[in-house]
T-cell receptor, first 114, second 112 residues
């Protein structure tokens, strides 16, 4: 089966611009997660979807970040307007069952804001 | 609070054992995990341990859990150059086991 796919793999944008990251989970996985790793720091949870609903968005940094999962399939994470501190690697993961070892991560999108 | 700490770097010779250490703060975590990230790749789950276990072994990997000290370690026996990667320790959040709390990652470099 295809894994979790993220697009683009890299993005370089200027401060103030808008960027949209996309995640295609494994087909049939209801749970979808976004995480972020800022350079050299820990990987931090952003939010969790169950199908199209936001189950937990406690990790979203501020209202410049908007995550959607229309129809419960792929998800997008939009940053508008981007700031320098948004630079990092954004990981998406999906799972069929909740908790334990059900996570499958994508390769991440490396976002650089200049 | 939620905090998972790891040392940043570890360098070992091929064939030796590697031990990567991690400390965590939430004693109520249900699961503790080790993930591996190779260059350009996503996070790969290596192994996990339930909080009521002390040890788990899987081929070359041994996970030790000291609940009293909130210390988790990953031992890789007969380390190979292909083991070079970043290793992340993670714990499940106490109220939401879907949510993982990661450490900063330990970069393991294996030299011949």
């Amino acid at each position: 089966e295809a894994g979790v796919t993220q697009f683009p793999s890299h993005s370089v944008i200027e401060k103030g611009q808008t960027v949209t990251l996309r995640c295609d989970p494994i087909s049939g996985h209801d749970n979808l997660y976004w995480y972020r790793r800022v350079m050299g720091k820990e990987i931090k949870f952003l939010l969790h979807f169950v199908k199209e609903s936001k189950q937990d968005e406690s990790g979203m940094p501020n209202n410049r970040f908007l995550a959607e999962r229309t129809g419960g399939t792929y998800s997008t994470l939009k940053v508008q307007p981007a700031e320098l501190e948004d630079s990092g690697v954004y990981f998406c993961a999906s799972s069929q069952e909740r908790g334990q070892d059900g996570y499958t991560f994508g390769s991440g999108t490396r976002l650089t804001v200049v | 609070g939620e905090d998972v700490e790891q040392s940043l770097f570890l360098s070992v010779r091929e064939g030796d054992s590697s031990v990567i250490n991690c400390t965590y703060t939430d004693s109520s975590s249900t699961y503790l995990y080790w993930y591996k990230q190779e260059p350009g790749a996503g996070l790969q789950l290596l192994t996990y341990i339930f909080s009521n276990m002390d040890m788990k072994q899987d081929q070359r990997l041994t996970v030790l859990l000291n609940k009293k000290d909130k210390h988790l370690s990953l031992r890789i026996a007969d380390t190979q150059t292909g083991d070079s990667a970043i290793y992340f320790c993670a714990e499940s959040h106490r109220y939401n086991t879907d949510k993982l709390i990661f450490g900063t990652g330990t970069r393991l470099q294996v030299f011949p």
